[in-house]
């Protein structure tokens, strides 16, 4: 919807570590480019993701979690939670019992968002530094409304984020591009304009790798180069039937609080001792799922979070959720946000440096995932997640089992804990919700 199309900004954020606990590694850059679904470099002529093949690592796709949007499927990546367990349940802010509601942009200065115990891969890597007095964690953001596209700033913070690594020492930066999710909702991702992008991208990828030779990198620095979800064309009249909701519900006497005209996702909250009622009558739409928050499929990893509503909705792909009597102008021609096996919300991944296998094409994954690789690379301890190395190991040169202590499979659930507004991010400490995999360096 419109409130996504604001994203459009690049965020550096970084953190130096000297040294790290664990011996000698390399520095670790992780791109993400917004919206890149799985096939855009298919129809397009790429010369330097082409190479990339040969040069590093591909997956055929990746698939994000269930809630196919920008803030909960990266903080999927950088925690390796769950949404369940990281709490980030949409990019916008809510509160259901307030109805306040503060949009994505605005989000990304709130703390309490975010902060509901599972810490982001760079403040791990922070706490796990001996001597934090030499610790850096920097973050750049871009003006509200600077133009995303420039392909003369996008080199710029190549240059940028490689003279952290060279003159400041780093070990790890993340950096993020808001293109091509921008192109593909305001054209959709068929437009000519999105190719358009894709070669620019394609460009920018060459860019970074003469810059990092140029700057005496290529022996001890890998690139992850990943995206948050895919994207699709908008279904609309006459097509198709759009999916009205207040046809099939009568918001104002059942409905307490709802997220909706926001894609093909929502969540409603009925008011009290409506519920079956609500579930009822949205059950009579077409092209929509409904589900009680209780029966969701246990893969959606959603239902344990006190910040899912009772009911939840999802359209079939290419469908939008338009909810009751307000003006809703629908400028989209492309969305996301829709069930994460459809396969144009696949996203990608790429790999290349000094401890990536050359011309090894990886099986489909997981995003959750990348993050014990993300650990393993800069040989961090991982926070407790959900994601297994065990995955995406064999992409590595180096597979030094005799090192690592791989505890797979081992369970543990407890209550999710509640967001605590006056805990910083920081200061967070990880009570764990599930362990997964835990990996220990011996
Ligand atoms: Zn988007």
């Known amino acids: 919807m419109w409130l996504d199309l604001y994203l459009g900004m690049a965020?550096?954020?970084?953190?130096?570590?000297?040294?790290?606990?664990?011996?000698?590694?390399?520095?670790?850059?992780?791109?993400?480019?917004?919206?890149?679904?799985?096939?855009?470099?298919?129809?397009?002529?790429?010369?330097?993701?082409?190479?990339?093949?040969?040069?590093?690592?591909?997956?055929?796709?990746?698939?994000?979690?269930?809630?196919?949007?920008?803030?909960?499927?990266?903080?999927?990546?950088?925690?390796?939670?769950w949404i369940?367990?990281?709490?980030?349940?949409?990019?916008?802010?809510?509160n259901s019992t307030t109805h306040q509601k503060v949009g994505h942009k605005a989000t990304l200065k709130r703390s309490e968002w975010w902060d509901?115990?599972?810490?982001?891969?760079?403040?791990?890597?922070?706490?796990?530094?001996?001597?934090?007095?030499?610790?850096?964690?920097?973050?750049?953001?871009?003006?509200?409304g600077q133009q995303d596209d420039n392909e003369t700033e996008w080199r710029q913070n190549i240059d940028t984020v490689l003279s952290w690594f060279t003159e400041e020492d780093f070990d790890f930066v993340t950096l993020y591009y808001g293109e091509p999710d921008n192109v593909g909702h305001a054209k959709g991702p068929d437009h000519p304009d999105r190719k358009t992008i894709i070669k620019q991208i394609d460009r920018t990828i060459g860019y970074l790798r003469e810059a990092i030779q140029?700057?005496?990198?290529?022996d001890n620095l890998n690139v992850i180069i990943t995206s948050d979800?895919?994207?699709?064309?908008?279904?609309?009249?006459?097509?198709?039937?759009?999916?009205?909701?207040?046809?099939?519900?009568?918001?104002?006497?059942?409905?307490?609080?709802?997220?909706?005209d926001y894609g093909g996702f929502g969540m409603i909250t009925p008011k009290k001792g409506k519920e079956q009622h609500v579930y009822d009558a949205l059950m009579k739409a077409p092209n929509l799922t409904v589900y009680k928050k209780e029966d969701m499929p246990e893969?959606?990893?959603?239902?344990?979070?006190?910040?899912?509503?009772?009911?939840?909705?999802?359209?079939?792909?290419?469908?939008?959720?338009?909810?009751?009597?307000r003006l809703i102008v629908y400028v989209n021609k492309g969305d996301h946000g829709f069930h994460m096996d459809e396969m144009d919300m696949k996203t990608i991944f790429r790999a290349f440096g000094p401890d990536f296998k050359k011309s090894y094409l990886s099986e489909p994954f997981d995003s959750v995932h990348i993050y014990p690789l993300m650990c393993k690379l800069l040989q961090i301890d991982p926070a407790p997640n959900n994601g297994s190395l065990?995955?995406?190991?064999?992409?590595?040169?180096?597979?030094?089992?005799?090192?690592?202590?791989?505890?797979?499979?081992?369970?543990?659930?407890?209550?999710?804990?509640?967001?605590?507004?006056?805990?910083?991010?920081?200061?967070?400490?990880?009570?764990?919700?599930?362990?997964?995999?835990?990996?220990?360096?011996?």
């Open 11 to 81: 965020v550096f954020l970084s953190v130096e570590c000297k040294p790290l606990n664990k011996g000698t590694h390399n520095k670790l850059l992780v791109i993400s480019f917004d919206g890149f679904r799985w096939d855009y470099d298919q129809d397009v002529d790429t010369p330097h993701m082409d190479k990339l093949v040969e040069d590093g690592v591909k997956a055929k796709y990746i698939t994000p979690p269930a809630i196919t949007m920008t803030s909960p499927s990266h903080f999927t990546t950088i925690t390796g939670r």
């Open 84 to 94: 369940e367990d990281h709490g980030v349940v949409h990019n916008m802010m809510f």
């Open 116 to 144: 509901n115990g599972a810490l982001p891969l760079w403040i791990t890597a922070q706490n796990q530094v001996r001597n934090c007095g030499q610790c850096v964690n920097r973050a750049l953001v871009e003006e509200t």
């Open 214 to 218: 140029r700057d005496g990198l290529t």
């Open 229 to 260: 979800h895919g994207m699709t064309t908008v279904k609309k009249i006459p097509l198709v039937d759009e999916i009205i909701l207040s046809k099939y519900l009568n918001f104002f006497n059942l409905v307490y609080f709802e997220l909706l």
């Open 299 to 325: 893969n959606f990893h959603l239902s344990k979070n006190d910040r899912m509503q009772p009911i939840i909705v999802i359209a079939d792909l290419g469908f939008n959720l338009n909810s009751v009597g």
């Open 390 to 442: 065990s995955v995406t190991e064999g992409m590595l040169v180096q597979n030094d089992t005799s090192r690592e202590l791989l505890l797979e499979n081992t369970v543990v659930h407890n209550k999710p804990r509640r967001p605590d507004v006056s805990e910083k991010l920081e200061s967070a400490h990880l009570e764990p919700t599930i362990i997964h995999t835990m990996l220990k360096v011996a």
